[in-house]
Every structure is written in C-alpha cells, then in structure tokens.
C-alpha cells in the first residue's frame, strides 16, 4: 500500500499570504494525484487532478504541481474562505489512498 | 451537473450488515468508475473500493472480506453492503464519481453510527 505524508498537519495563515502543502508518496505514482478541499460538515471538493490540472470552476489561486513521489499544493493570496482540511489522494495503485490532510486556519 | 445521494440506516447494531445506497442524478451510472469513501468523525478519509457501471470491483484489503459494492444501471444506484460492522465502522460514508482517477463529483455523505 502506498501511503501520503502530508506536511504541515496545521497551518494558521494570515489572509493573502502564500500557502505550500506537501504531499510525498512512499513509491512513485507518476502525476496519479489529487487534491481536495474539505471544509467543515462538508464533503471533499476536488481541487487538482493529475497533479497539476485545475478542476473545473476552482479559482486560479490554487495549483498543484510535482511528479512521481513529491507534491505541492500551493495556494497564491490565502483567502478566508479557503480555511479548510486540504488532502492528497493517490490512484496510482491499489488501494488508492489518502494523506492524513492539512488543517488550515486562517489568523 | 451529477448529483449523487447517499441513504440508508443512520445507526447500526454491532455484528450486524451496514447497507447503503447512492442515487445517481443528472447523469448516468453507465461508462465511469463509482468509489466508496468512508471518514470516522474527526479523522481522515479512507477508500472502501469501486465498481465500474459493467459490474467490476475493487475494494480495499483492509475491508475486503466484509465489502460488497454493486450497481443497479436501470435505476441509476450504487449500493454498499460491509458485514460483521463494529464500533470502528463507525463514519460518514461518501459516494462518489471518479473521473481520470480522482473523484470528481462527490455525495453529501451519510452518517453511519455503530451502537447498541
């Protein structure tokens, strides 16, 4: 089983700084990974496909980027509303798994 | 815009089979990849398995003994059956669409509690 480290597991942020969240896999998965946005009461939203592609209608300050075991999702001008539980998500092999996901506070 | 919808039994006796469904709206079940996802409360979300629109599954070793994913084409659903369920079944249970590989439409999800 492939397992994702994410690193931080927290981050308190002021609103329009930068944000970088690792994702580094145990083997290589090639660009096989994802990223979600989950805030509170809420359900995943994905945010980033095949490492690097914006999903449809996510706002250009998200963008993923990386290949076979290390990921980053960077995300430009922290708005409030991006306070959320941010996770990778492989699916390269099986079973597909995720990182144990980033909290992201806003200060 | 897919729509999907997790139902079924909010609580569960221990021993007992966990049974789910998704209903699949503003599009068809036919020619995609369907996942079972799981979160505990507070904790980190976990992949079940999936099945394709023909039948075809994948599920997790951790949970495959007990899991058992299929697909009704005709009414547009998913179901989820996981058997012998303890207190660690205990979690929010999410359908969702894979696209590519990752999951790009996902259901509300529906809260499944294991108690006595």
């Known amino acids: 089983e492939i397992v994702l480290t994410q690193s931080p597991d927290f981050q308190s942020v002021t609103p329009k700084e930068k944000v970088t969240i690792t994702c580094r896999a145990s083997?290589?998965?090639?660009?096989?990974l994802y990223w979600y946005q989950q805030k509170p009461d809420q359900s995943p939203k994905l945010l980033i496909k095949?490492?690097?592609q914006s999903f449809s209608g996510v706002p250009s300050r998200f963008s993923g980027s990386g290949s076979g075991t290390d990921f980053t999702l960077t995300i430009n001008s922290l708005e409030a509303e991006d306070a959320a539980t941010y996770y990778c998500h492989q699916s390269d092999s099986l079973p597909q798994t995720f990182g144990q996901g980033t909290k992201v506070e806003i200060k | 815009q897919v729509q999907l919808h997790e139902s079924g039994p909010g609580l569960v006796k221990p021993s007992e089979t966990l049974s789910l469904t998704c209903t699949v709206s503003?599009?068809?079940?036919?020619?995609?990849?369907w996942s079972w996802i799981r979160q505990p409360p507070g904790k980190g979300l976990e992949w079940i398995g999936y099945i394709y629109y023909s039948g075809n599954t994948n599920y997790n070793p951790s949970l495959k003994s007990r899991v058992t994913i299929s697909v009704d084409t005709s009414k547009n659903q998913l179901s989820l059956k996981l058997s012998s369920v303890t207190a660690a079944d205990t979690a929010v249970y999410y359908c969702?669409?894979?696209?590519?590989?990752?999951?790009?439409?996902w259901g509300q999800g529906t809260l499944v509690t294991v108690s006595s």
């Open positions: 083997q290589n998965i090639g660009t096989s």
């Open positions: 095949y490492a690097s």
């Open positions: 503003g599009g068809s079940v036919r020619n995609y990849w």
């Open positions: 969702a669409r894979v696209d590519g590989g990752g999951c790009d439409f």
